[in-house]
């Protein structure tokens, strides 16, 4: 630890922690073993607060605050599981799955799925919003990988792995709000990206199916992230 | 008068039916159809994607058979992969594919049928049912319970669990089978052989208190169809097809699956959603066959376990040539399961089935596959189409209820000429009807796979014979 920087004191759950001031509410709170759910967020990427999983109820402050892209403050009062927060975790799951083609018995990723996992754990039951069953084009150009966008949660992953740490960004968002979509260079076929270095790392830590390995059949695509923090380091570390 | 008997919805078959029976003006039987009124459209919603998902995918056609459909589809997918699938692999499918085919066979004899063979066809239809089994013969139906105990607790074995397993995938297997769930299979097998000859021995003593079902129930010369190994065995995995006629003799023999559209067409009926597959150099409804437990024991040397050939022998007794009467399949099912549990036993002791080797992996390198199994009920083709990079463009099923379908027809027809006479109908009457549907035991949620809409003709007919209102869709 630099001797610039300096520790903060806050309570989360009403339990007392103290950490450095440039960390944020998620990592505060998972270093000291509290659960927060997130989707988008990962140790090693950029937070971007897309998917909002992480919401939290900060005392003095009227809105909800994505815990993964804010930073704690002194004195800070947050609350991480509250009937409030539960229930508009819940409705943003339950528009997930109502967007995309979620269908776990037949996917891939079965039983080794971050959305699907998160569902279960927050007591998602029902979906109470229609679903719009539309109609999205996999895309199996790729020689290893299959892209998938039923599955896509638009959690933005794959394109901050790819820019961030392997330096390609190859992949992108294209389109605004609900026609939101991600593409591989400029909207081409995977299969024909001339960025696209076939390293997997976008497949590793896509949360669901949408990214998956070529041959894999049902339930049978596991994700390994645990190189992730790794990558990063040794990199901080060369600089 | 002129008088429309329907019975609305059928009971104890797998999904929903109707049979329609049309009377003249002296009242007796003009016509009667078996409709089915289900849709489901499977060949459709799994265009576009990639064929290493189908074998699951398709196994959701099916609660009750989901790995027959699991194994057809990935033998047409081992066909796009075109590779050598590991021998251990292809016996492990088998064991799968066997313990299926007795849990299905035990659902159908001993849930849906023995309460009319137990109790008779006229019993009181509150009491007709598996309770009114449990009541009056309990050791009857604690054997049902346990052979399909059985096969359901081998397929949790085997593939992890009872029900929609991703066990079998295209290549083969995602995983060998343990040294510990062999043995725990080779024990449950003694247990569940003296059931079956138990069950056997039962049957035999009351068939002959249905010498009269067993001579109007779909007796009828036709052909019959199934896969046969080639020392002419039965085989439900692999093989070639074989069709006899109603005499015994071999009609074609060693047809390739994979050229099931030259010698088999499927005609649509206006009054049902299950098109009418026929052997097409006879044509239609010339061409008409029956599959299933009945059409396979119909058509092989011998079985090729030593309990099951003795049975057989007997169950060939029944009739000179083919056996014919469809109020048999009762009785070849329990053949079947016999068989199905000395195979399973057999499969098990060789010394190669705890091999780690039960998957060959490829990409698409074909563009087309059909797989063709035998499923409880009959012949089940799987047929694909994929592009280059391994997504499906176009789907189609024949399922083994449909192979039926014209016989079913013709069964139903033929019973209720026989017993439904007259202004007075009885319950007996109609229960019969309906048993004749059910020595098929069509499955409907699966034989309505197909997608598109058929075209519809509905009239409305007086008793004069004229057309009063007609709705035409198509």
């Known amino acids: ?33 509290i659960f927060v759910p997130a989707l988008c967020a990962i140790e090693g990427l950029t937070p971007v ?12 402050v009227n809105k909800l605050l994505p815990a993964c892209a804010t930073r704690i403050e002194e004195g800070m009062e947050v609350t991480t599981n509250s009937e409030r927060v539960a229930n508009y975790r819940r409705t943003i799951l339950e528009m997930l799955f109502s967007e995309g083609n979620h269908i776990c018995s037949v996917c891939v990723s079965n039983g080794h799925c971050e959305l699907q996992t998160l569902a279960k754990k927050l007591g998602m039951t029902h979906v109470r919003v229609p679903y719009r069953s539309t109609m999205r084009r996999v895309d199996a150009s790729h020689e290893r990988f299959i892209a998938d966008p039923n599955r896509c949660i638009l959690c933005t992953r794959c394109v901050r ?35 696209c270095t076939s390293c997997g790392k976008c497949v590793n830590v896509c949360p669901t199916g949408a990214l998956f390995e070529k041959g894999k059949a049902v339930s049978e695509m596991s994700k390994r992230q645990e190189f992730l923090p790794y990558l990063t380091l040794m990199r901080e570390g060369k600089k | 008068m002129t008088q429309k008997i329907v019975i609305d919805p059928i009971t104890r078959i797998e999904g929903h039916a109707k049979i329609t029976i049309e009377m003249d003006d002296q009242g007796f039987v003009r016509d009667a159809h078996f409709h089915i009124t289900q849709f489901r459209g499977f060949e ?28 057809a589809s990935a033998r047409a997918c081992d066909m796009i992969l075109a590779v050598h699938v590991p021998e251990t692999a292809i016996n492990l499918r088998r064991i799968l594919n066997l313990a299926q085919l007795i849990q299905s066979h035990a659902l159908s004899f001993f849930y849906l049928s023995s309460p009319d063979l137990l109790l008779g066809m006229d019993a009181d239809v509150a009491k007709r049912n598996i309770f009114g089994v449990i009541q009056s013969n309990p050791q009857l139906a604690r054997d049902g319970i346990r052979l399909r105990q059985f096969g359901q607790q081998v397929i949790e074995w085997l593939a992890g669990k009872r029900i929609h397993p991703a066990w079998v995938v295209p290549g083969g297997v995602s995983a060998p089978l343990s040294a510990e769930n062999r043995e725990k299979i080779l024990a449950a097998i003694p ?18 208190n249905f010498r ?36 015994g003799n071999i009609v074609a023999d060693g047809l390739e699956p994979e050229h099931y559209q030259d010698y088999l067409g499927e005609a649509a009926e206006s009054w049902t959603y299950l098109k009418s597959p026929y052997y097409k150099p006879m044509g239609y409804p010339n061409g008409m066959y029956r599959v299933g437990p009945l059409a396979r024991l119909n058509i092989i040397n011998r079985c090729g376990t030593p309990y099951a050939d003795q049975e057989w022998a007997e169950f060939r007794q029944l009739e000179r040539g083919a056996v014919l009467s469809s109020f048999h399949y009762h009785y070849s099912r329990l053949i079947e399961i016999l068989y199905g549990i000395e195979r399973i036993e057999q499969i098990l002791n060789h010394p190669d089935i705890l091999s780690k080797k039960v998957r060959a992996f490829a990409g698409p390198n074909k563009l087309e596959g059909i797989g063709m199994s035998e499923a409880p009920r009959g012949t089940l083709m799987h047929h694909y189409k994929i592009d280059e990079n391994g997504l499906v463009q176009w789907v189609n099923l024949i399922i083994a209820t449909g192979h039926n379908n014209l016989a079913m027809n013709r069964s139903v027809l033929q019973v209720a000429k026989h017993y439904v006479k007259g202004e007075k109908i009885q319950e007996g009457m109609l229960n019969r009807v309906e048993a004749v549907i059910r020595t098929y035991d069509p499955c409907l949620s699966c034989s309505t796979h197909a997608a598109g809409q058929m075209p519809l003709n509905i009239e409305l007919i007086n008793s004069g014979g004229e057309v009063i209102d007609q709705v035409i869709r198509g």
């Open chain 1, 1 to 33: 630890m630099s001797p610039t920087v300096r520790v903060k004191t806050l309570t989360i759950d009403g339990q007392a922690v103290g950490a450095r001031e440039d960390q944020t509410i998620m990592q505060v709170a998972r270093e000291n073993n």
């Open chain 1, 49 to 60: 607060g897309a998917c909002r999983l992480c919401i939290v109820e900060v005392k003095g």
């Open chain 1, 161 to 195: 792995v790819c820019d961030e740490i392997e330096g390609a960004h190859t992949w992108d968002v294209m389109g605004r709000g609900i026609n939101s979509r991600i593409i591989t260079d400029l909207s081409q076929p995977w299969g024909d990206s001339d960025s």
């Open chain 2, 44 to 71: 459709k919603l799994v265009e576009g994607r990639p064929f290493h998902e189908m074998p699951s995918l398709m196994a959701r056609i099916c609660g009750i058979c989901p790995v027959s459909h699991l194994v």
């Open chain 2, 191 to 208: 247990e569940a052989l003296a059931t079956i000859q138990r069950t056997l021995d039962w049957y035999k003593g009351v068939l002959d």
């Open chain 2, 212 to 247: 009269e079902e067993a001579r109007l129930f779909g007796n009828m010369p036709t052909m019959f169809m199934g896969l046969v190994s080639p020392d002419g065995e039965l085989e439900h995995l692999r093989g070639k097809l074989r069709i006899v006629d109603a005499v």
